[in-house]
């Protein structure tokens, strides 16, 4: 499961490398993640500094660092 959790995380990477910040919604919609899988997938991220979240409203936006 790792494994496929970190091809997730690099599908993420890469859709916010490309487009910018997202909402979580945004990127698991684009993606074609299910939201489990973006969620781990950001978690994985996250856990590595990659990312930044801030709150917009109530709305999480993830962008990378």
Known sequence: MAGSIGISA??????????????VTKISKETKLDAKTTQRAIGWLAGEAKLAIDMKGRTEIISLK
Request: no cysteine.
């Open 10 to 23: 690099g599908v993420v990477w890469q859709y916010l490398n490309e487009n910018g910040e997202s909402s």
